[in-house]
């Protein structure tokens, strides 16, 4: 069985694809936030110089969100305060497991695993789904009025409701209130993290 360093060396060569120079840095973010259900700000062990930078890159790409009563990731607005909690959503707590233990970042595998843990008796159909919606909204956001036709498309729209609550536990999306607001119809934020792999 590997140790914690080769784990985390693992992890850092698997975000190096995506950032570069910040990778060592971000590793050791998810590396701490992975040991435990939520991490309060004041105990992360990072430079102080760049410690809210990289919080923030995190964030923006939803592999760490702070706790809060919001449903929509976008409505926790990070502070930075020593009080501030995060917590990893399960998809992104199932991609570091993936990457500390085997040096890849695979989010289909992920998706799969949190969906099968959820008791989805769909698992290929809804991966499906989810490649064709990250296809079509490179800005991570879609409207339900897309989600739901192209569900019918692909013989999912069966409790279709249900899917969505199980994907929103799951961490692979979140309610997008902004759009949701101004629309006039239900948005939802795909995660980030889940629009790009390593090997």
């Known amino acids: 069985m590997?140790?914690?360093t080769e784990g985390k060396s693992k992890l850092?060569?698997?975000?190096?694809?995506?950032?570069?120079?910040?990778?060592?840095?971000?590793?050791?973010?998810?590396?701490?936030?992975?040991?435990?259900?939520?991490?309060?700000?004041?105990?992360?062990d990072l430079n102080p110089a760049t410690k809210e930078d990289i919080i923030l890159i995190a964030a923006q790409d939803?592999?760490?969100?702070p706790l809060g009563t919001a449903p929509a990731w976008e409505d926790r607005?990070?502070?930075?305060?020593?009080?501030?909690?995060y917590h990893m959503p399960k998809v992104v707590h199932l991609l570091v497991d993936?990457?500390?233990?085997?040096?890849?970042?695979?989010?289909e595998t992920a998706g799969g695993q949190c969906l099968r843990e959820a008791g989805e008796p769909n698992i290929s159909k809804v991966l499906n789904y989810l490649s064709m919606l990250?296809?079509?909204?490179?800005?991570?956001?879609?409207?339900?009025?897309?989600?739901?036709?192209?569900?019918?498309?692909?013989?999912?729209?069966f409790q279709f409701h249900k899917l969505i609550d199980e994907l929103v536990q799951c961490g692979i999306m979140s309610t997008y209130s902004?759009?949701?607001?101004?629309?006039?119809?239900?948005?939802?934020?795909?995660?980030?993290?889940?629009?790009?792999?390593?090997?």
């Not at 939803?62 to 969100?65: E, H, L, N, Y």
């Not at 296809?135 to 019918?152: A, F, Q």
Request: proline share 7%.
């Open 178 to 199: 902004r759009r949701s607001l101004f629309r006039g119809t239900p948005h939802y934020e795909i995660n980030p993290s889940l629009y790009w792999t390593a090997p």
């Open 77 to 85: 607005i990070i502070t930075c305060d020593e009080h501030e909690t």
């Open 12 to 44: 850092i060569d698997v975000l190096s694809k995506r950032f570069s120079e910040e990778a060592p840095h971000i590793a050791s973010l998810l590396h701490q936030a992975h040991q435990s259900s939520s991490l309060n700000y004041a105990d992360i």
């Open 62 to 65: 939803r592999m760490i969100v």
């Open 134 to 157: 990250k296809t079509i909204s490179p800005d991570y956001r879609i409207s339900l009025e897309v989600m739901k036709p192209l569900g019918g498309e692909l013989g999912i729209s």
């Open 98 to 107: 993936m990457a500390e233990e085997e040096g890849k970042w695979e989010p």
């Open 2 to 4: 590997q140790n914690e």
